[in-house]
Each structure stands twice: as structure tokens, then as C-alpha cells.
T-cell receptor, first 118, second 118 residues
Framework: GAVVSQHPSWVICKSGTSVKIECRSL??????MFWYRQFPKQSLMLMAT?????????EQGVEKDKFLINHASLTLSTLTVTSAHPEDSSFYIC??????????????FGQGTRLTVV | AQTVTQSQPEMSVQEAETVTLSCTYD???????LFWYKQPPSRQMILVIR??????QNATENRFSVNFQKAAKSFSLKISDSQLGDTAMYFC???????????????FGKGTRLSVIA
């Protein structure tokens, strides 16, 4: 199957600093990538849809100025948590589906990033 | 908006036995896709099985099968001959189709934590 790689796997940062998480599609081009957040023992909640070459679409309640998304190429989307606070500590997961005709229905996920803000 | 409900937060099953995980969903769409994803302790999301709503035949993948009841909006997962490696969180997910499915996100249920006991 297709491969989506996410980096870093875990990161610890101090309050007030910014952290960048990368999501790469290694063997296909992804015009769209999705960013999810998962709290402990909870479900994956969609944060935003990342669109190559255009602005991301954020879900209601997600602060676009805090969670900056850049999708500068067809294989890379980045999520930057700005001015991180302890409540931003969570597990962040990206996802993408390979293009095709007919369109692929299987989503592939990165390994996830555990962010801890101290 | 679509919603996905998993009413069993936790379940356990003896090794080699069969277990069924429940999922219901709500949508006004006539055509859509349903999935079961597995999230083991590594937290890597893995596709278990998928079902297209316009297909009446229930999907099967080796030991995994679904009971898709479109009128009842029910999509349960049956795991036969349970193995220790099946221990994981299982998420039911819904996806609307689009002309280009790469840009429609998954909507997840809250998950069921399955423990397979030796």
C-alpha cells in the first residue's frame, strides 16, 4: 500500500514555543491531506483539510492562527503549532489518499506525532 | 452532518473465539463508504475492511467480515478466530463520495477497545 510518513514521532517543547510537524506522501502525490487530533483514549477529530497550493480548510472550533498548515508541494504538508500551551499536548495524525481513476477510497495514515508541551 | 456511533467502549474476547463490534451511523446520503480501522498500541492506523453502500454483499477480509444493514444504518464488524494480535482500538468510519475522493475526510466513531485474552 501507499506510504505516508510523519515526523517527528514525538516532541517535547516549552510553553510559548512553536513546533512543526511534517507529513509526507512517499510514493504518491497528494493534493489533499488531512490533519487529525486524538486525545488519550478518544477518537480522531478532524482539525483541517490541507490543500496543495491553497489555504487549508479548518473545522469549526480550530484556531487557524494557532495551527498553521502549509501544503507547499504535492508530497508535503506541515502543521505548525504556534505559541504552544500544555492544553495543545495531544497526538496528531495526518492522512492522505492516493489519486486515481476511480478515486482511491483507502486512506493512509502517518505514524502520528505525540506532542507534549511543558 | 454525518455521525458515527460506537456504543461499546470496551470489549474482550477469548483467543480463538468470535466477537462482534457494533457501529451505527447517520447520514442523508444514498451512496457512501464505510470502514473499520484498527489502531494497535503503536497507534498506526490500519485499514481492516471497507464497504461501499451501493453493494449489497457484505465485505469480507479473511477473519474479518461485516454485517451491513443499510436501512438500519448499521455496520458491525465480526472477528472470527480472534488472535492476540487483534488487541487494539477499532474505529468505525464514514466517508462521503465525491468526484475526487481524495478530498473528503473520514468521520470516525469514538472507538471500541478490544482485548483478546489468552
Amino acid at each position: 500500500g501507499a506510504v505516508v510518513s510523519q515526523h517527528p514521532s514525538w516532541v517535547i517543547c516549552k510553553s510559548g514555543t512553536s513546533v512543526k510537524i511534517e507529513c509526507r506522501s512517499l510514493d504518491f502525490q497528494a493534493t489533499t491531506m488531512f490533519w487529525y487530533r486524538q486525545f488519550p483514549k478518544q477518537s480522531l477529530m478532524l482539525m483541517a483539510t490541507s490543500n496543495e497550493g491553497s489555504k487549508a480548510t479548518y473545522e469549526q472550533g480550530v484556531e487557524k492562527d494557532k495551527f498553521l498548515i502549509n501544503h507547499a508541494s504535492l508530497t508535503l504538508s506541515t502543521l505548525t503549532v504556534t505559541s504552544a500551551h500544555p492544553e495543545d499536548s495531544s497526538f496528531y495524525i495526518c492522512s492522505a489518499r492516493p489519486p486515481g481513476h476511480p478515486p482511491s477510497t483507502e486512506a493512509f495514515f502517518g505514524q502520528g506525532t505525540r506532542l507534549t508541551v511543558v | 452532518a454525518q455521525t458515527v456511533t460506537q456504543s461499546q467502549p470496551e470489549m474482550s474476547v477469548q483467543e480463538a473465539e468470535t466477537v462482534t463490534l457494533s457501529c451505527t451511523y447517520d447520514t442523508s446520503e444514498n451512496n457512501y463508504y464505510l470502514f473499520w480501522y484498527k489502531q494497535p498500541p503503536s497507534r498506526q492506523m490500519i485499514l481492516v475492511i471497507r464497504q461501499e453502500a451501493y453493494k449489497q454483499q457484505n465485505a469480507t477480509e479473511n477473519r474479518f467480515s461485516v454485517n451491513f444493514q443499510k436501512a438500519a444504518k448499521s455496520f458491525s464488524l465480526k472477528i472470527s478466530d480472534s488472535q492476540l494480535g487483534d488487541t487494539a482500538m477499532y474505529f468505525c468510519a464514514f466517508m462521503k463520495p465525491s468526484a475526487y475522493s481524495g478530498n473528503t475526510p473520514l468521520v470516525f466513531g469514538k472507538g471500541t477497545r478490544l482485548s483478546v485474552i489468552a
